[in-house]
Every structure is written in C-alpha cells, then in structure tokens.
T-cell receptor, first 121, second 113 residues
Framework: SAVISQKPSRDICQRGTSLTIQCQVDSQVTMMFWYRQQPGQSLTLIAT?????????ESGFVIDKFPISRPNLTFSTLTVSNMSPEDSSIYLCSVEGGTGETSGAHADTQYFGPGTRLTVL | KQEVTQIPAALSVPEGENLVLNCSFT??????LQWFRQDPGKGLTSLLLIQSSQREQTSGRLNASLDKSSGRSTLYIAASQPGDSATYLCVVNIVGGSYIPTFGRGTSLIVHP
C-alpha cells in the first residue's frame, strides 16, 4: 500500500495568517487530492492536484484561499491563506493507487494521509 | 448526482456482538466502493475495497457486501471488540475515471467492554 505523510500533524494559528501543509507519498502517483473535514462533518474535497498542471478546485473553494503546489509525482502542498476560525478543520491528503503507478499502491484504492489538525484562534 | 447515506449514524453495543453497518447510494453506476475507518482526530484507514463486479470482500472479522442493483453495501463486523470503536465511512467512486469519490457521513461505533 502507499504510505502518505503529512506535516505538520497539527497547528494552532492566529487569524489572518497562512499555513502550508505538506504531503509526501512513498510512490509516484498521478493524482493527489486534498480534503477538509470540519468538526462533526464528513470529508469535503477541496481540489485535485495533478503534476504539471494547475489544481482543479471544487465548488466553494478557490485558488486564492487554498493555493496548491504539485512540483513532482510524490509531493504536494496545500496552503490555507488568511485564516479565520471557520478554517479550523482536519486537512487530509489522499492519493489514488491507479494503474501505471510505481510500487506500493494497489490499483483503484484510495489512500489517506494521517491528517493535519488546524485550529485557528 | 451521487448521494451516499449511512445508517445508523451512531451505534453503541456491548463487546462480542455481531454488527451490520449499512450504506446506500443513489446511482448504481459505480466504479467501486470502499469502506474506511476513522479514529478520532486522525486520518482514514482503508478496510475493504469492492469493485463493481464483485459481490463481497472479506478481511479478518470484516465482511463487506455490494448489491449494485439495489444501491446498497453492508459492512459486517463479527465479534466486535472495544478496539473497533471508530467512525466507519462508506465511499463510492463513480464510473468514468474522474475519481471524485462521494462520502457518506459515517457511522460512529462504540463497543463497550
């Protein structure tokens, strides 16, 4: 299976500041996904990040608020910009183990990182 | 638009019971269905993946079934243990390869000693 790590695991931030979350995968994957899970809610997809192209954002999420980088096939970052208390959530990185990927990931299975717990004061 | 519903929303049982968690989806044209476990404040752990052509998958005390025609999947947990306490999420992936999954809201399970 694919192993995903995220940094930081948690952070407490002040209103108006920005936080960049890193996601590292132990195998090369084409598609990486960023999710948000607000307290008591299920996961909501923020955007899909493909290497070499701009991220695709879901309705309600914009690049200015959640800029994403995808410099290579094993790494991505999500920045939460100009934070407010409403941004307090768990942010999760996910990858798809599709065909053609390098060792580790099983096809058609989704793998999730451990999450980053963000609290905005 | 695909909608995924999980019933019950919460469940509290004594240790040793056999459990059934239900997941229903509105569009039967799915690519696959995956069951995850989420421990409080943590990420997700994949439990079982069922392809659209399969009827069930088993892993240890867990068994997941899929009935595409009726839009249902069940997760069966045998001989539940306190360590099974977690939220269980059903995730449906649609046909088309765009791989935008739809999540249920989860079933929060507590198994008490």
């Amino acid at each position: 299976s694919a192993v995903i790590s995220q940094k930081p695991s948690r952070d407490i931030c002040q209103r108006g500041t920005s936080l960049t979350i890193q996601c590292q995968v132990d195998s090369q994957v084409t598609m990486m996904f960023w999710y948000r899970q607000q307290p008591g809610q299920s996961l909501t997809l923020i955007a899909t990040a493909n290497q070499g192209s701009e991220a695709t954002y879901e309705s309600g999420f914009v690049i200015d608020k959640f800029p994403i980088s995808r410099p290579n096939l094993t790494f991505s970052t999500l920045t939460v910009s100009n934070m407010s208390p409403e941004d307090s959530s768990i942010y999760l990185c996910s990858v798809e183990g599709g065909t053609g990927e390098t060792s580790g990931a099983h096809a058609d299975t989704q793998y999730f990182g451990p999450g980053t717990r963000l609290t905005v004061l | 638009k695909q909608e995924v519903t999980q019933i019950p929303a919460a469940l509290s049982v004594p240790e040793g019971e056999n459990l059934v968690l239900n997941c229903s989806f509105t569009d039967s044209a799915i690519y696959n269905l995956q069951w995850f476990r989420q421990d409080p404040g943590k990420g997700l752990t994949s439990l079982l993946l069922i392809q659209s052509s399969q009827r069930e998958q088993t892993s240890g005390r867990l068994n997941a079934s899929l009935d595409k025609s009726s839009g249902r999947s069940t997760l069966y947990i045998a001989a539940s243990q306190p360590g099974d306490s977690a939220t269980y999420l059903c995730v449906v992936n649609i046909v088309g390869g765009s791989y935008i999954p739809t999540f249920g809201r989860g079933t929060s399970l507590i198994v008490h000693p």
